[in-house]
C-alpha cells in the first residue's frame, strides 16, 4: 500500500502527516507539481523481459509521451542478488535535480522518494503500480533499501536517460531513511 510522509523542514524527528489514502497522496502531491497515479495491473509472465512489460502498459506510456512528450522509455529491475546494489542504493541517497522529470512507473516491487518542496520534506513509498513523475528542479532522492527488489517504468524526453546534478547537501543523511521507515 501506498504511503506518504510529511516532515516540516525543522522537525525530523517526528512526521506531520501519515497517509496511505491513495486520493489523498494524490492530491497532496499533484497540489506541489508532482504527478501521482495508481495504474491497474496488467498480466505478465513471471520475469518478463523488457518489450513484454512495456507492451503491457502501453496505453498508459502512450498518454504520458502524448501529455508530457516523452520520447524514451525503458524498464529497469533491481533484485536482492544483484552485485552493484550498493553502489546503486549509495548513488541515488545523495540529494540531487534533474533538468527534466523523473517518471517511474513501479510494476513489481517498492522504492522510497523524498522530496524536498517547501521546506518540507514528503517521503513517498511507491509500490505495485504507483507511478510518480517529479517535475524537473524539485530536489530529492531515492531509497530502494538494502535487499531492493523493484521492477521500473522509466519515460524520459533526454535520449541520454537518468542524468543526475547532485547539490551536496546532506539533508539526506539527516532524515529517517529506509531502515527507520519501512519496519
Known amino acids: 500500500m501506498s504511503k506518504l510522509t510529511i516532515y516540516d523542514g525543522q522537525d525530523l524527528s517526528t512526521p506531520a502527516l501519515i497517509t496511505d489514502d491513495s486520493a489523498e497522496i494524490a492530491d497532496i502531491l499533484n497540489d506541489k ?3 501521482f497515479e495508481h495504474w491497474p495491473a496488467q498480466k505478465l509472465f513471471a520475469n518478463a523481459e523488457q518489450d513484454a512489460i512495456l507492451a503491457a502498459y502501453d496505453n498508459d506510456i502512450s498518454r504520458l509521451k502524448r501529455e ?3 520520447t524514451t522509455v525503458d524498464v529497469v529491475k533491481l ?6 546494489k550498493d553502489l546503486f542504493r549509495k548513488k541515488f541517497l545523495s540529494e540531487h535535480i534533474h533538468i527534466e522529470d523523473e517518471v517511474r512507473f513501479f510494476v513489481e516491487g517498492q522504492g522510497l522518494f523524498f522530496l524536498n518542496i517547501e521546506n518540507k520534506i514528503y517521503v513517498v513509498l511507491c509500490q505495485k503500480n504507483d507511478l510518480i513523475s517529479i517535475p524537473n528542479g524539485i530536489t530529492h532522492w531515492f531509497d530502494m533499501g538494502p535487499a531492493p527488489s ?3 517504468i522509466r519515460l524520459f524526453t ?3 536517460g537518468w542524468v543526475a546534478e547532485f547539490t551536496g547537501s546532506d539533508l539526506a543523511n539527516r532524515v529517517p531513511g529506509w531502515e527507520q521507515l519501512m519496519i
Open 33 to 35: 507539481g508532482v504527478r
Open 68 to 70: 508530457c512528450g516523452y
Open 79 to 84: 533484485t536482492p542478488d544483484n552485485l552493484q
Open 150 to 152: 523493484f521492477t521500473c
Open 158 to 160: 533526454n535520449p541520454k
